[in-house]
């Protein structure tokens, strides 16, 4: 259910490597939790993050939640589209509904997250 070639946090957030750069997104679980998303606050180009730190908000009919970097880096794209089209990550959380490309500043860290199949271990073991 989980692409192969995306790592997870447990704060269910994706990124997906390539090369020195990741595109960071929210994943299909996380989506379905909130709900239908109608408002989404992302950073500006150039914010240097820290792993684990938090980058922006998606607001659903339900909830207001934050977005937290997986990894170092530095923002290096906004995926601005996602702003006046927000359902779009209700319709493609791991496609289209990307939110922000960042600079990996430290390649290890992606390295300590989880795979497909530990990311679906633990949404089986919260959906209990």
Not at 60 to 68: D, G, I, M, N
Not at 78 to 104: Q, Y
Request: hydrophobic letters at 40%; proline letters at 5%; glycine letters at 8%.
């Amino acid at each position: 259910m989980y692409p192969q070639d995306c790592r997870y946090s447990k704060d269910h957030e994706w990124i997906k490597v390539e090369g020195d750069r990741g595109r960071v997104g929210i994943t299909d679980y996380a989506q379905k939790q909130l709900g239908d998303v109608v408002f989404l606050e992302l950073p500006e180009v150039g914010r240097a993050l820290k792993a684990g730190e938090q980058f922006g908000t998606v607001e659903s009919v339900k909830a207001v939640s934050e977005l937290y970097a997986p990894v170092a880096g530095e923002v290096v794209e906004v995926n601005a589209a996602l702003t006046s089209k927000p359902e779009t990550i209700n319709k493609d959380p791991h496609g289209e509904a990307w939110m922000i490309v960042l600079r990996i500043t430290d390649p290890a860290g992606a390295g300590a997250l989880l795979d497909a199949a530990a990311y679906q271990a633990l949404v089986d073991s919260e959906a209990k």
